[in-house]
């Protein structure tokens, strides 16, 4: 079954990017139904689906910092009326507002949570599907494009910045360092970035009152998130929080559990589903998908823990789902990836 979120558009941006940059496009678009004509003629949309598998067949896996030149090369720019919109925004608190609100327009199978703790602002990013190989570029990019925001804004003079990722790193912890200027720290229990609150007041020199509002009123009206489909990124993102907080009476939590945490009605969440043209069920087994995937690398727990957090009746029915889901069981899977980790350890 595919992942609900795999079938939502986004803009064509950020392959036309790649499509400039490689040397055969039509190999980066196999797979897809799009041509390269397609592309040029403007901002198409295409599916997530479309991005990840051209994402695969490009040069983002050629070298583990390939996503690291890609965020010096366009940082803060060619995110559509959002660049227009955080560049030209009063302050940094209120470019950093508009980003969180309006990335997942590009990047749906992220979401994005910022808040102020003590004397600290975070802004946390959390995968709402298994993204399996590109897990760790994907979650890089859009927070190495944040961190160079943050210091533009501060006009270079940014110490202070923490970059906390749950990953290893793809390239040694000093490239990191040497080449973004900020503390990272790897393993951790979170994909945060964090700076000291009061930097949210800075100033902006190049607000313009009247392109940031125009910018803003462009990103409400072409959003994708905030239109129809906005209720799928909505309960993924609560299906999440429930496997981490087993809010629900149980988990995963009932459609009529969903419903009263989102404040709607059984009837209207099932209606707004069927217009996105989802079941909740599918978007609990995408969860559990991509949970089961996050857990069995972790490699805390044994399968029994696993089926049983998940809320299988047994560990033979996580077993199946699994084997459905990436066509090997879990004990295969894990095995796979200790492998795999031992073979980086002794490269």
Same mark, same amino acid.
């Given at each position: 079954?595919?992942?609900?979120?795999?079938?939502?558009?986004?803009?064509?941006? !950020?392959?036309?990017?790649?499509?400039?940059? *490689?040397?055969?496009?039509?190999?980066?678009?196999?797979?897809?139904?799009?041509?390269?004509?397609?592309?040029?003629?403007?901002?198409?949309?295409?599916? *997530?689906?479309?991005?990840?598998?051209?994402?695969?067949?490009?040069?983002?896996?050629?070298?583990?910092? =390939?996503? /690291?030149?890609?965020?010096? =090369?366009?940082?803060? /720019?060619f995110h559509g009326p959002l660049t227009a919109a955080w560049l030209t925004a009063p302050t940094l608190g209120d470019g950093i507002d508009i980003f969180v609100r309006f990335i997942p327009d590009r990047a749906p199978y992220l979401a994005w949570q910022a808040s102020r703790v003590g004397e600290r602002y975070r802004v946390e990013v959390r995968t709402l599907m298994d993204l399996t190989d590109l897990t760790t570029p994907l979650i890089e990019l859009p927070m190495l494009v944040l961190l160079r925001y943050v210091q533009t804004m501060r006009a270079g003079i940014a110490p202070g910045i923490l970059v906390r990722l749950g990953h290893r790193p793809a390239v040694p912890a000093n490239d990191y360092q040497r080449r973004f200027r900020a503390d990272f720290h790897f393993e951790q229990n979170a994909n945060q970035l964090s700076f000291p609150a009061q930097w949210r007041e800075t100033p902006n020199p190049g607000f313009d009152a009247v392109i940031w509002k125009a910018a803003v009123r462009r990103c409400e009206e072409t959003s994708v998130v905030a239109g129809g489909l906005e209720i799928i990124t909505r309960v993924m993102r609560?299906?999440?929080? +429930?496997?981490?907080?087993?809010?629900?009476?149980?988990?995963?939590?009932?459609?009529? $559990?969903?419903?009263?945490?989102?404040?709607?009605?059984?009837?209207?969440? /099932?209606?707004?589903?069927?217009?996105?043209?989802?079941? !909740?069920?599918?978007?609990? $087994? $995408?969860?559990?998908?991509?949970? =089961?995937?996050?857990?069995?690398? =972790?490699?805390?727990?044994?399968?029994? +823990?696993i089926a049983a957090e998940l809320g299988f009746g047994n560990p033979a029915s996580f077993v199946r789902a699994y084997r459905r889901w990436y066509g090997m069981t879990p004990g295969a899977s894990r095995r796979r990836g200790m492998h795999a980790a031992s073979r980086r350890v002794h490269s």
């Amino acid at each position: 079954m595919m992942s609900a979120i795999e079938e939502l558009p986004i803009p064509s941006a !950020y392959l036309r990017l790649m499509v400039l940059a *490689v040397d055969d496009p039509a190999a980066l678009l196999q797979g897809t139904n799009l041509s390269v004509s397609d592309l040029q003629r403007g901002d198409v949309p295409i599916t *997530v689906r479309e991005a990840l598998t051209c994402m695969r067949n490009g040069p983002a896996l050629g070298r583990p910092d =390939a996503h /690291h030149r890609w965020a010096e =090369a366009f940082g803060e /720019h060619f995110h559509g009326p959002l660049t227009a919109a955080w560049l030209t925004a009063p302050t940094l608190g209120d470019g950093i507002d508009i980003f969180v609100r309006f990335i997942p327009d590009r990047a749906p199978y992220l979401a994005w949570q910022a808040s102020r703790v003590g004397e600290r602002y975070r802004v946390e990013v959390r995968t709402l599907m298994d993204l399996t190989d590109l897990t760790t570029p994907l979650i890089e990019l859009p927070m190495l494009v944040l961190l160079r925001y943050v210091q533009t804004m501060r006009a270079g003079i940014a110490p202070g910045i923490l970059v906390r990722l749950g990953h290893r790193p793809a390239v040694p912890a000093n490239d990191y360092q040497r080449r973004f200027r900020a503390d990272f720290h790897f393993e951790q229990n979170a994909n945060q970035l964090s700076f000291p609150a009061q930097w949210r007041e800075t100033p902006n020199p190049g607000f313009d009152a009247v392109i940031w509002k125009a910018a803003v009123r462009r990103c409400e009206e072409t959003s994708v998130v905030a239109g129809g489909l906005e209720i799928i990124t909505r309960v993924m993102r609560e299906l999440r929080e +429930a496997f981490d907080r087993a809010w629900g009476q149980r988990t995963p939590p009932t459609l009529e $559990d969903m419903a009263q945490r989102l404040n709607l009605s059984v009837r209207t969440l /099932h209606r707004r589903l069927s217009a996105a043209q989802v079941s !909740y069920q599918q978007l609990v $087994d $995408d969860a559990r998908k991509a949970r =089961a995937a996050h857990l069995l690398g =972790a490699g805390r727990r044994g399968i029994d +823990a696993i089926a049983a957090e998940l809320g299988f009746g047994n560990p033979a029915s996580f077993v199946r789902a699994y084997r459905r889901w990436y066509g090997m069981t879990p004990g295969a899977s894990r095995r796979r990836g200790m492998h795999a980790a031992s073979r980086r350890v002794h490269s």
